[in-house]
């Protein structure tokens, strides 16, 4: 499949195997595969935009692959159709996926209505994979009207997800200790809405008394905008216990901004990061494509390992070869 068009009018005709083949030359790292893939999202951009995009991440436990299965089903009853873009964390040694998401999503995975690209985070910060924002671009135009990205969540910076959806969810739990909700200091200031999750049973006390700590904290934060002070809810994903109102919440807010103007601006910002993301990683891919740093680079590595050079001076080293010297 080496026609754009062929990518292009598969995923508009809402063919879920060319989408996921389309996602698959996204995220390849052939240079072919790029250049063909920024033609079919340069094509794709016109028919995206319309969706939801929501971010979850939470502290480990928190139930965020119960709780998305729990929305999505949810969200499907109410005929709306929906893509989960889970972001398993990335193995050390093999970069491949570790958790498979789907064995954790068995009802959602089997909805016709539903669509489930578990990717491996490859190490990035903030547990998001590379190109999830072009994979988000092909299923909005694939007809997806719900986008879920479920990040890691374990302490990496979250900024990344934020950056790139309408609106970002925190999931916790009651009763776990500080030690294990360590992210929460570092993502509460991001969130829209935190949520309080496995609030059923002999836990509804608990959930009710981390909900008050938790309103407590996020008054003592200034909010982002006037439009929007982050409310704090419980639920029982387990359970379908007040889901219905943290989707309420989602679409409170998206027409506050909607009319405000303010969803429209935080997606020309959210554009313009993303292309500077890419240039970013661009110029990085550059660099180290040169001949001089790669064949400088080894040694250079040879000679931090045994002390004789100094990090800061083997860096040096290798921006020299760039062809405006760095200060």
């Given at each position: 499949?080496?026609?754009?068009?062929?990518?292009?009018?598969?995923?508009?005709?809402?063919?879920?195997?060319?989408?996921?083949?389309?996602?698959?030359?996204?995220?390849?790292?052939?240079?072919?595969?790029?250049?063909?893939?920024?033609?079919?999202?340069?094509?794709?951009?016109?028919?995206?935009?319309?969706?939801?995009?929501?971010?979850?991440?939470?502290?480990?436990?928190?139930?965020?692959?119960?709780?998305?299965?729990?929305?999505?089903?949810?969200?499907?009853?109410?005929?709306?159709?929906?893509?989960?873009?889970?972001?398993?964390?990335?193995?050390?040694?093999?970069?491949?996926?570790?958790?498979?998401?789907?064995?954790?999503?068995?009802?959602?995975?089997?909805?016709?209505?539903?669509?489930?690209?578990?990717?491996?985070?490859?190490?990035?910060?903030?547990?998001?994979?590379?190109?999830?924002?072009?994979?988000?671009?092909?299923?909005?135009?694939?007809?997806?009207?719900?986008?879920?990205?479920?990040?890691?969540?374990?302490?990496?910076?979250?900024?990344?997800?934020?950056?790139?959806?309408?609106?970002?969810?925190?999931?916790?739990?009651?009763?776990?200790?500080?030690?294990?909700?360590?992210?929460?200091?570092?993502?509460?200031?991001?969130?829209?809405?935190?949520?309080?999750?496995?609030?059923?049973?002999?836990?509804?006390?608990?959930?009710?008394?981390?909900?008050?700590?938790?309103?407590s904290a996020l008054h003592l934060l200034r909010p982002e905008t006037m439009t929007w002070s982050a409310p704090v809810l419980t639920c029982s994903a387990l359970k379908m216990i007040d889901i219905d109102k943290t989707w309420e919440t989602v679409l409170n807010h998206r027409k506050k901004f909607t009319d405000s103007g303010e969803l429209e601006e935080k997606r020309k910002k959210q554009a313009v990061a993303w292309m500077q993301a890419l240039v970013g990683d661009g110029i990085k891919e550059w660099f180290y494509r040169k001949n001089d740093v790669r064949k400088s680079l080894t040694k250079l590595r040879c000679d931090v390992e045994k002390g004789s050079?100094?990090?800061?001076?083997?860096?040096?080293?290798?921006?020299?070869?760039?062809?405006?010297?760095?200060?």
């Amino acid at each position: 499949m080496k026609d754009p068009q062929t990518y292009i009018q598969g995923v508009l005709n809402k063919d879920r195997r060319v989408l996921s083949k389309t996602i698959t030359l996204i995220e390849s790292s052939r240079h072919d595969h790029k250049a063909l893939s920024r033609q079919v999202i340069d094509s794709l951009i016109p028919h995206s935009g319309k969706a939801v995009r929501l971010g979850i991440t939470g502290v480990p436990g928190a139930g965020k692959s119960t709780f998305i299965e729990s929305l999505g089903m949810f969200l499907i009853r109410k005929g709306h159709k929906v893509a989960v873009l889970a972001v398993d964390p990335s193995s050390t040694r093999s970069h491949g996926s570790i958790m498979a998401d789907k064995t954790r999503m068995e009802k959602l995975s089997i909805e016709p209505a539903a669509f489930i690209r578990p990717s491996s985070s490859g190490g990035t910060l903030g547990g998001v994979a590379s190109k999830t924002r072009e994979t988000m671009i092909a299923c909005e135009a694939a007809g997806f009207d719900v986008l879920i990205i479920e990040t890691v969540g374990v302490g990496q910076s979250e900024t990344t997800v934020a950056s790139m959806v309408d609106f970002f969810m925190v999931l916790m739990i009651a009763g776990a200790g500080d030690e294990i909700q360590g992210i929460k200091k570092g993502v509460l200031e991001l969130a829209d809405a935190v949520v309080v999750n496995k609030a059923d049973g002999d836990n509804i006390e608990k959930a009710k008394q981390a909900r008050k700590e938790y309103e407590s904290a996020l008054h003592l934060l200034r909010p982002e905008t006037m439009t929007w002070s982050a409310p704090v809810l419980t639920c029982s994903a387990l359970k379908m216990i007040d889901i219905d109102k943290t989707w309420e919440t989602v679409l409170n807010h998206r027409k506050k901004f909607t009319d405000s103007g303010e969803l429209e601006e935080k997606r020309k910002k959210q554009a313009v990061a993303w292309m500077q993301a890419l240039v970013g990683d661009g110029i990085k891919e550059w660099f180290y494509r040169k001949n001089d740093v790669r064949k400088s680079l080894t040694k250079l590595r040879c000679d931090v390992e045994k002390g004789s050079v100094s990090p800061t001076s083997a860096a040096n080293d290798l921006l020299s070869r760039l062809d405006e010297p760095i200060n």
